[in-house]
């Protein structure tokens, strides 16, 4: 596996990747991976003959008072996991080469990113579509992977491929979780023993509101419930637990189509998000 750290570099290699006319997967990342980035890895392997993996804490997509700082880095260990897995380029470009001096272009999708994170965290898909855009064009993969967990994130991806005629395939991949339910995620590493067992009120919550709204019960009422139990397992603030349309986001308040139920939320200083399927019966 070759690390590349400039573009000059990555041209070079994708270029030599693809003399024998076969397919790039990207698997974009911010690294301290784990197995949700792992499955996406594994997922590109078996859909295209060379995978390239990006880690790139992305400035543009954290807001003021975020965790951009204290963000967990772990390239040697990253690099390591990716080695093993046939990793052919690990594309891990400085903040410099991604935004040099002058940097000026800024992509910003409407409607999709208007309600839940979007609301929460003003300009962070704007700063998603812009980094996802640049990796696009540099590694100009065939197909480019993406988890469920990050739902709103993938939706608005493929509003933007559709929107710009992106060249690319996005394929989707189901939620990877702990034994015990909890979503992967690098932010995980920052709760405490007991933050990390009352975490676990967030995938429950989201089942027990699935499977009511499902058994017919109302969707104002099955969210209530929800919130009140993320409430009392002290997760402070609650960002949202919301009924969406599955391919839109709209906001739902009857479970009469496809719905995606997502909910983010506070454990101590570490923001959580999770999201499930809800179908009408
Ligand atoms: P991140 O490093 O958090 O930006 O995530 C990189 C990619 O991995 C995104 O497409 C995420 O949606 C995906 N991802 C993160 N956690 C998981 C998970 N638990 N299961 C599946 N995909 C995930």
Known sequence: MQTLRDLPALRASILALRRDGKSVALVPTMGALHDGHMALVEEGRRRAKHVVVSIFVNPRQFGPNEDLDAYPRREATDAH?????????????????????????????????????????????????TVVTKLFNQVQPDVALFGEK?????????????????????VGLPTQRA??????????????????????????ALGEAKRQMEKGAS????????????????????????LCDAATLE???????PARLLGAAKMGGTRLIDNIAVDPA
């Open 219 to 242: 969707v104002d009422s099955a969210l209530a419930k929800a919130i009140a139990m993320l409430a009392n397992h002290g997760f402070d603030p609650i960002d949202y637990v919301t």
């Open 81 to 129: 996991m990716l080695q093993e897995a046939g990793v052919d380029i690990l594309w891990a470009p400085t903040v410099d080469v991604m935004y040099p001096a002058g940097f000026s272009t800024n992509i910003s999708l409407s409607g999709v990113t208007e309600g839940l994170d979007g609301a929460a965290r003003p300009g962070h898909f704007d700063g998603v579509a």
């Open 150 to 170: 990050d739902y709103q994130q993938l939706t608005v991806i493929r509003q933007m491929v559709i929107d710009l005629n992106l060249p690319v395939e996005i």
């Open 251 to 257: 906001p739902m308040t009857v479970l009469d189509r």
């Open 179 to 204: 034994e015990d339910g909890l979503a992967l995620s690098s932010r995980n590493t920052y709760l405490t023993e007991e933050e990390r067992k009352q975490a676990l009120a967030l995938p429950r």
